[in-house]
């Protein structure tokens, strides 16, 4: 039987907990009521069992003893979230940069998929996407 997670939450560091905070929630996000909210952090849920733990840079750094990666010349990872319609991910792309994050690339459809992309306030790149599971199997 393969290995399977119960439960994942991603950390990201972040300069302001109270922007990123107002940046996720105004994308429709909530946060997960079962884990703190403070300066340092805050919890967000984004699917079943899966949140971003938005934490201050300082916070990471001491649960891991490294630096954090400078994302105005890096990309450390892509998060990828799937979404209904190609409806709503350009709806959470078009939020995301009304509520000052960054377009990434002009949307492509690929048949089976649907993206487009944005740079949270922080400068995490998160891959909106829509799949066409019929474009898929065939």
Known sequence: ?????????????????????????????????????????????I????????????MLKSLTQKETVDTEKYAQ?????????????????NTAVSLGGKSYEEPEDYGFMYHWAFEDLDGHMWAINCMNTDAAQG
């Open 1 to 45: 039987m393969a290995l399977t997670s119960t439960f994942t939450s991603i950390n990201l560091p972040v300069n302001n907990v109270k922007q990123s905070k107002a940046f996720f929630t105004g994308l429709g996000f909530e946060p997960n009521p079962r884990f703190p909210d403070n300066e340092d952090s805050v919890a967000i849920i």
């Open 47 to 58: 699917g079943d069992n899966l949140q971003v733990m938005l934490l201050t840079k300082e």
């Open 77 to 93: 990872m892509t998060i990828a979230l799937a979404f209904e319609s190609r409806e709503k991910v350009d709806e959470i792309v």
